[in-house]
């Protein structure tokens, strides 16, 4: 079982640039989201997903898109990638519907924007 | 808005001391309550949850948890600090019912003394 599967590990992009960072899960899970970390600041949650064909905001959006056509894909894109952007990326997957259930972390993607 | 506070940013101790990470939250009812380590260069594993019952909760690695209702924390500790236990620690909340968006604390970093 590979649980929540990140690609690429690590990544170092120009400014300006465009990028897909992929996130795939395997345990049928219906909610997946993508954090960003940045030091002193814990992680934020960028966007999520309660289901293939719905996506909705977190609390920092902006400079990403996100779409999910399967349960098992969450692919997050940046459309023009900036040195603000440079941080680490987890994506996470639960399942929805009943309260209380365990959040699934990837083991993170480190970005560097230069 | 819900928040989490971790107040202390960086914590040193003995091998063989005990160890307590302090969490608060904010929120208007009882959300669910979470910490996370996250070795160097590592993702995230959870350690312990609470949802509901026994306000005492048992993690994995020896650590242990207890909510307060009163002081709205939600405190980790564990009796005996192993060397290996050296990492970063993040208490989060989440909504209950569908929502599985997470709010993170900043952080706390855990040193080991030999």
């Known amino acids: 079982n590979a649980g929540v599967t990140q690609t690429p590990k690590f990544q170092v992009l120009k400014t300006g640039q465009s990028m897909t960072l992929q996130c795939a899960q395997d345990?049928?899970?219906?909610?997946m989201s993508w954090y960003r970390q940045d030091p002193g600041m814990g992680l934020r949650l960028i966007h999520y997903s309660v289901g293939a064909g719905i996506t909705d905001q977190g609390e920092v959006p902006n400079g990403y898109n996100v779409s999910r056509s399967t349960t098992e894909d969450f692919p997050l894109r940046l459309l023009s990638a900036a040195p603000s952007q440079t941080s680490v990326y987890f994506c996470?997957?639960?399942?929805?519907?009943?309260?209380?259930?365990?959040?699934?972390f990837g083991e993170g993607s480190w970005l560097t924007v230069v | 808005a819900q928040s989490v506070t971790q107040p202390d940013i960086h914590i040193t101790v003995s091998e063989g001391a005990s160890l307590e990470l302090r969490c608060n939250y904010s929120?208007?009812?009882?959300?669910?309550l979470f910490w996370y380590v996250q070795s160097p260069g590592q993702g995230l594993q959870l350690l312990l949850k609470?949802?509901?019952?026994?306000?005492l909760v048992q993690g994995i690695k020896g650590f242990e948890a207890e909510f307060k209702r009163s002081q709205s924390s939600f405190n980790l500790r564990k009796p005996s600090v192993h060397w290996s236990d050296a990492a970063e620690y993040f208490c989060a909340v989440c909504l209950g019912g569908s929502a599985r968006q997470l709010t993170f604390g900043s952080g706390t970093q855990l040193t080991v003394l030999p």
């Open positions: 609470y949802f509901s019952g026994d306000t």
């Open positions: 929120y208007g009812a009882t959300p669910y």
């Open positions: 345990m049928n899970h219906e909610y």
């Open positions: 996470a997957s639960s399942y929805s519907g009943v309260s209380g259930n365990t959040i699934y």
